[in-house]
């Protein structure tokens, strides 16, 4: 009997058919890892949204420089126990916001590419601000939610 030299139909079709198969194990696990790596994404976005709320909240978004805080801080205490001191009127309402822009401008300098959306779709993400009591962010796609400086991942 007489052997053939190369590559025979059937040969080819076992070899096409042993990597299709091992492409379809490996796929379901890159495919997972992608996710991951972009929910992680996502929610340490969402840590820097409400960082960013908490800083616009104790700046009285902007107006007080934490400097100025600690000094105003300083100078109440010295002004009661000195009576004919003059006192401050100036009062600044503390808010959280829900304005994106107003948030980009706490945002420290090379930051300034920071995006406001889910990195799954560039959907933005759903903020919440209520007065000086209460914030959230949350991820349109179910990443996750900060409340009040909380992520909601981690109670898990």
């Known amino acids: 009997m007489r052997m053939r030299k190369g590559?025979?139909?059937l040969d080819a079709l076992i070899?096409?058919?042993?990597v299709g198969v091992i492409a379809s194990l490996l796929m379901p696990y890159l495919r997972t890892e992608r996710e991951v790596k972009l929910r992680n994404a996502c929610r340490n976005r969402m840590q820097i949204i409400s960082n960013l709320e908490l800083k616009y909240f104790e700046t009285a978004g902007g107006k007080i420089s934490p400097e100025e805080e600690k000094a105003d801080t300083t100078e109440t205490a010295e002004k009661s126990k000195d009576k004919k001191a003059e006192k401050d009127t100036t009062t600044y309402i503390r808010t959280f916001?829900?304005?994106v822009e107003e948030l980009k401008k706490m945002l420290s300098e090379g930051e300034d590419t920071f995006d406001f959306v889910c990195p799954l779709d560039g959907r933005p993400f759903i903020i919440v601000a209520r007065d000086s009591f209460?914030?959230?962010i949350s991820c349109p796609n179910?990443?996750?939610q900060v409340i009040m400086g909380s992520p909601t991942w981690e109670n898990k």
């Not at 070899?15 to 042993?18: H, T, V």
């Open 97 to 99: 916001t829900k304005n």
């Open 142 to 144: 179910g990443h996750g």
């Open 134 to 136: 209460f914030f959230s």
């Open 15 to 18: 070899i096409i058919l042993a």
């Open 7 to 9: 590559l025979m139909l």
